[in-house]
C-alpha cells in the first residue's frame, strides 16, 4: 500500500445496515458536515477531526467484502455521513475499487457540497459513473427556510438534483419531517412537484423527525435549537407521505 494512498476521515461503521439502500448494506459514516441542521441526530459527525478513524480505501473495502455473503443479490455499501461529498477523493478510491469488485455502491447525502465549480464537479460526475444509487436528503424546498433549518441554501442542492435526473442515476428522495419547520402543507405540495419534475426517483421517504440525539447536543455542549418541539405526529406523517407521493393533491 502507498504511503500516498487517500485516507478517509471515518466516524463509524454499521455492518448490517437495512435502512440505508437496498438489502443488507455495509455502511460507512465519515466525519465532517457543513451543514447545521436544527435536528441534526449526529452532530458528533460534524468536524471531521474529532472521533474519527483514519482508513484507506483498501483497507475499508477488504472490512465491508468480509461481510458480502451476508449482502445477497441486493446488498452492498453504502457511505453516509457527516457529508460523504465532503471526501470525494476518497469516495472516488472506494467506489472505483468497489466496482472493480462487483459491489452495489451508494451515497446518502444532503448534496451541500455540490458546485459546478472545479476542481469538485468533474470529480462529481466521475464518481456517479461508479455510483449505484443516491439517497437525497432534500431538508427543505423553500429556500429561505432552507437556510434557518440548516444554516445553508439548498439552491445547489436542488442543481444537484436536476443534474442526476438528466443523466438517469437512480435516487431516492429523503425528507425529514420537522414539526413548526417543514410540515406546512404549501412547504410540501412545493416539495411534490419538484420531486414530480425529476425523472428518475424511484422512492420517496418520509423520516420522522425525533429527539433521540439530544443528548449529543448536550454531551457537546450546544443548544438543541428544537427544544421543545415534539416528533410529528402519525397523521402528518402519513399526510406528508400521500403529499410527496403523489397520492393527494391541492384542495
Not at 20 to 30: A, H, M, N, T
Request: hydrophobic share 35%; charged share 25%; with cysteine.
Amino acid at each position: 500500500m502507498s504511503d500516498n494512498a487517500v485516507k478517509g476521515f471515518v466516524h463509524s461503521i454499521e455492518t448490517f445496515g437495512s435502512v440505508d439502500g437496498p438489502g443488507v448494506r455495509f455502511v460507512i459514516f465519515l466525519s465532517g458536515c457543513a451543514m447545521r441542521c436544527q435536528f441534526c441526530h449526529n452532530p458528533d459527525t460534524w468536524k471531521h477531526d474529532e472521533n474519527t478513524v483514519e482508513y484507506t480505501a483498501d483497507e475499508l473495502l477488504n472490512k465491508a467484502l468480509a461481510y458480502r455473503p451476508y449482502w445477497k443479490n441486493k446488498g452492498g455499501i453504502t457511505v453516509s455521513g457527516g457529508e460523504p461529498l465532503l471526501q470525494i477523493d476518497f469516495l472516488l478510491d472506494l467506489f472505483k475499487k468497489a466496482k472493480k469488485q462487483g459491489v452495489n455502491t451508494c451515497i446518502d447525502t444532503s448534496a451541500n457540497p455540490f458546485t459546478t465549480k472545479e476542481p469538485f464537479y468533474s470529480k462529481w460526475k466521475e464518481l456517479m459513473e461508479y455510483t449505484d444509487l443516491l439517497l437525497l436528503d432534500i431538508k427543505h424546498i423553500d429556500n429561505e427556510q432552507h437556510k434557518i433549518l440548516t444554516g445553508q441554501p439548498n439552491t445547489n442542492i436542488l442543481e444537484m438534483a436536476r443534474q442526476l435526473s438528466d443523466m438517469g442515476k437512480p435516487v431516492w428522495i429523503r425528507h425529514v419531517l420537522v414539526p413548526e419547520r417543514n410540515d406546512k402543507d404549501e412547504y410540501l405540495f412545493r416539495l411534490a412537484d419538484f420531486i414530480r419534475s425529476l425523472k428518475n426517483v424511484e422512492r420517496v421517504e418520509v423520516l420522522p423527525y425525533h429527539t433521540l440525539g439530544v443528548y449529543k447536543w448536550k454531551a457537546l455542549g450546544y443548544d438543541y435549537p428544537l427544544e421543545g418541539i415534539e416528533p410529528p405526529t402519525k397523521e402528518r406523517v402519513k399526510n406528508a407521505e400521500m403529499i410527496l407521493n403523489g397520492e393527494k393533491t391541492r384542495e
